[in-house]
Every structure is written in C-alpha cells, then in structure tokens.
C-alpha cells in the first residue's frame, strides 16, 4: 500500500496540534506561545507600558521562550531587568519576578501613569490584549 505525503502531512499535523498554523491575532493573554510571542514583540516595538503587568505575569510561565520574551519585552519597554535570567533555577527566577512585581506596586502606588500607543483600527498593536481594565 503506497501512502501520500499529503496523508503522512495531515497526520502530522493532527498529532502536532497545528501549533505551528496558528490562525491567531497576537494576544499576550494567550496561553498559546504562537500568540502570545508576537503580542509581546509588538508590545516591545512600540514601548506599549500597558502591557507590563501580563509581561510580568509571564515571566513566572513553564515555556522559557515565554520567559524569553516576557524579559525581552520589559527590558525594551522600562530598561530594567532585576536580575531575571529566563533560563535560571525557577527559585532564582521566583526572586526576580517579585522584584519586578515590587517595583510595578511602587510604580502604581506613586501614580506613574502607564502609556500606551495610540491604537488605531486595524492596526497590528490592536491585536494586543490588554486584559480587564
């Protein structure tokens, strides 16, 4: 029996879980990375300060290139990094985020406003979820 290389692909694919097809806008809310990295690359393009809060959330995620691009972002976004290293012992990186952590309550409690890039229809930063408000 002679099997197609479509019907080999489409198996793959069916066992894969299309992860790599995602049809998703970017979305930092996402539990799938292919949504959820490109949200954070926007945020980190356009310095979105809004976004920091569900960055900071993602530097404690079980996916290091999650981590990656949750520190990637905020050293683009703020310039600080507090020592988080995405590939350290999960107890160094559990210390770093609560610096991170500390440092946004004091950010909000001084009443530094978060500034977000002016979003305009169809524009691709407008696919980035922001959360509840």
């Known amino acids: 029996m002679r099997v197609s290389k479509y019907a080999v692909l489409a198996v793959a694919l ?3 879980g299309c992860g790599f097809l995602s049809l998703g806008r970017p979305d930092l809310a996402s539990d799938d990375p292919a949504l959820k990295i490109p949200a954070m690359k926007l945020a980190a393009l356009h310095h979105d300060q809004t976004a920091i809060p569900m ?3 993602s530097l404690s995620s079980q996916d290091s290139a999650i981590r990656f691009y949750a520190i990637y972002a905020l ?4 310039g600080h990094q507090f020592g988080f ?6 107890t160094r990186r559990s210390a770093a ?4 952590k500390k440092w946004y309550t004091a950010r909000r409690s001084a009443g530094i406003e978060l500034r977000g890039r002016k979003v305009v229809q169809g524009d691709p930063v ?3 979820s922001r959360g509840a408000p």
Not at 75 to 78: D, E, G, L, S, V
Not at 97 to 100: D, M
């Open 126 to 128: 407008s696919a980035i």
């Open 85 to 90: 290293i995405y590939y350290a012992s999960k």
């Open 97 to 100: 985020t609560a610096r991170w």
């Open 14 to 16: 069916l066992l894969t």
């Open 55 to 57: 960055l900071i959330k």
């Open 75 to 78: 050293r683009k976004i703020t």
